[in-house]
């Protein structure tokens, strides 16, 4: 019982390491979700500033290079495409007009 009230506590932290910032301390839901850990030539990380329109658009997707550990201009692209086509969220107005927030994708070495 212990681990099971340890792995609930747990959950919600592991769940959403990949996405930080007004996204989540507002609680707007993901409608589209991506993978955020990607087969690669390297091992590594990108993290992305984003903002998300009203429609749950992401609109900016801009390299955050002092939080970023790999230099590889094809696979920051690949990562950068993901986000931009593939990440959406709810639809709100009650949202600001440009939601802020951090997006981590990881690379694995293949």
Do not use: W
Request: glycine share 6%.
């Amino acid at each position: 019982m212990k681990y099971f009230c340890l792995l609930l506590i747990l959950f919600p932290v592991i769940s959403f390491a990949q996405l930080s910032g007004d996204l989540i301390t507002d609680q707007r839901k993901i409608v589209t979700d991506i993978a955020y850990k990607i087969s690669g030539s390297q091992t590594g990380k990108f993290v992305f500033d984003i903002s998300v329109n009203m429609d749950g658009n992401v609109t900016s997707c801009i390299l955050n290079k002092s939080e970023s550990t790999l230099v590889s201009t094809p696979m920051m692209m690949k990562a950068k495409n993901l986000i931009l086509t593939g990440l959406k969220f709810e639809k709100g107005y009650a949202f600001p007009e440009f939601h802020r927030g951090k997006v981590t994708i990881a690379f694995v070495k293949a």
